[in-house]
């Protein structure tokens, strides 16, 4: 069966410092795998997806995200955090012709 | 461009009540629809998706039901609310082209079961 692991529940982070969220998974066949944010009562919003290709994939806001296929991991990374950084984010991983599986979520604070 | 809307964006309904939320998809064709549920501010819990018109797919047993009368209407019922319906759901579509594409979701809707 198809998984997506967020081992972190919350992490904190300074502002300006660099940010690694954390997302393993487990699926059969390659993997589309994808970040997503959430804003406190709004809806989710896409940040980046790797397909195939550059194990590097950049996207919006200044995040990147890492393909590691033998770790089996896509960690979302910025350089430098902002306070405005602050939300909800969702690893989600597309098996072959299924709906997206999500992770829990893990909750970015940025302090100034 | 596309857009997704959503509504109500907050409903309260007392327990054994019904419950109808609606979702459209503008500027796009035979898209794949999804409704989601989180519970708590934390996960996604998928509830129905659909992949043309009058095709639901049920993904968890529970007391909600899905249509979809056109090709770009979603609609979450319930005949009669649980306490445990309370929770923020999300509709949700991509493109056509089978169903592991990416995701955009429309705004929400709260619903608070009292």
């Known amino acids: 069966a198809q998984s997506v692991a967020q081992p972190e529940d919350q992490v904190n982070v300074a502002e300006g410092n660099p940010l690694t969220v954390k997302c393993t998974y487990s699926v059969s066949g390659n993997p589309y795998l994808f970040w997503y944010v959430q804003y406190p009562n709004r809806g989710l919003q896409f940040l980046l997806k790797?397909?195939?290709?550059?194990?590097l994939v950049k996207g919006s806001y200044g995040f990147e995200a890492e393909f590691n296929k033998s770790q089996t991991s896509f960690h979302l990374k910025k350089p430098s955090a902002l306070v405005s950084d602050s939300a909800l984010y969702f690893c989600?991983?597309?098996?072959?012709?299924?709906?997206?599986?999500f992770g829990k979520g893990t909750r970015l604070s940025v302090i100034a | 461009s596309q857009t997704i809307h959503q509504w109500p964006a907050t409903l309260v309904q007392p327990v054994g009540s019904p419950l109808s939320l609606e979702c459209t998809v503008e500027?796009?064709?035979?898209?794949?629809l999804y409704w989601y549920r989180q519970a708590a501010g934390r996960g996604l819990q998928l509830l129905f998706y659909s992949v043309g018109i009058g095709q639901i797919s049920s993904e968890v047993p529970q007391n909600l039901s899905a249509s979809r009368p056109q090709d770009r209407q979603f609609i979450l019922s319930s005949k009669k609310l649980l306490l445990s319906d309370s929770g923020f759901y999300l509709c949700a579509w991509s493109s056509g082209q089978g169903l592991g594409g990416e995701l955009f979701f429309g705004e929400g809707s709260r619903l608070t079961v009292l």
């Open positions: 989600a991983v597309s098996p072959l012709n299924t709906p997206l599986v």
């Open positions: 500027g796009t064709s035979n898209p794949n």
């Open positions: 790797y397909i195939t290709g550059d194990n």
